[in-house]
């Protein structure tokens, strides 16, 4: 299980979204309170921003996030009005390495995943594989059924680049639950195209893993965050409901779909 958060408003600095919180990403790693596996994320990190021509840009380390002595003057020097983030606790058969290590990008999308899939190297991958474009399956460079479901996911997105996202995600999770059929899946994904944030409180054939999100933080004053937990003890944080898609964008209130 790994552990995700993002942000979008006015231009913050790099630290105050991951260093400065009181349960931050930092404190998640080593300290986590809502896991439903595992007790630490501390398999590598990495954070994706977008640059001012509006293309994302991704830094990542297979170095627990503590370990990484770049972070404190990436923090402070770094600016940006939207950050989507994660600190990563590695699967059985997906190795720590810098090609496994989110989040994942395109030339237009930012992309994490917390959760797994069950026997995903011999019933998913396959199936993915079989059904993506082969541009896009020459882009893959790791091996973990996150950047394995990114790929699908852009697949489904480059057939109409205009179609809303959530209409993607949809399309996303109705084929995933026809191939996984009975094995547990959890599905938690955050997803960005530098306008607004998607995150997805989701799973198949097992609980949902945590979310929640606010927009009454002080730490992020008109700033809108979503993360696997609270990044701070008051902002009144709220559970996003399972099995629900939360939109978020700097010029309007949250949204919730059913998925």
């Given amino acids: 299980m790994c552990r995700i958060a993002a942000y979008i408003g006015p231009e913050i600095s790099l630290r105050r979204f991951i260093e400065e919180p009181s349960h931050g990403l930092v404190e998640q790693a080593w300290k986590p309170r809502e896991l439903l596996y595992g007790t630490s994320n501390a398999d590598g990190y990495g954070v994706g921003w977008y640059d001012p021509q509006g293309r994302p840009a991704v830094y990542t380390n297979p170095l627990p996030i503590w370990s990484d002595v770049n972070l404190p003057h990436l923090g402070r020097s770094l600016y940006r009005p939207l950050w989507l983030a994660i600190v990563r606790s590695a699967t059985a058969g997906f190795p720590v390495h ?55 996911l852009r697949h489904l997105a480059a057939g109409d680049p205009g179609r809303p996202l959530e209409e993607v995600l949809g399309e996303f999770f109705a084929l995933l639950q026809d191939w996984v059929e009975e094995r547990p899946a959890l599905l938690n994904v955050a997803l960005s195209d530098g306008h607004r944030v998607y995150a997805a409180r989701h799973a198949f054939n097992h609980a949902c893993p945590s979310l929640y999100y606010t927009t009454d933080d002080d730490l992020f004053p008109d700033g809108q965050v979503t993360a696997s937990e609270p990044l701070t003890d008051g902002g009144f944080w709220q559970p996003v409901p399972e099995h629900h898609l939360l939109i978020l964008d700097a010029d309007e209130p949250p949204r919730l779909l059913g998925l």
């Fill in 98 to 152: 810098q090609a496994n290590t989110p989040p994942f990008a395109d030339g237009r999308l930012l992309y994490a995943h917390n959760g797994f899939v069950r026997d995903f190297g011999t019933r998913l991958r396959p199936l993915i594989c079989r059904y993506l474009a082969p541009e896009i399956a020459a882009d893959i460079r790791g091996n973990t059924d996150s950047e394995y479901l990114f790929a699908l």
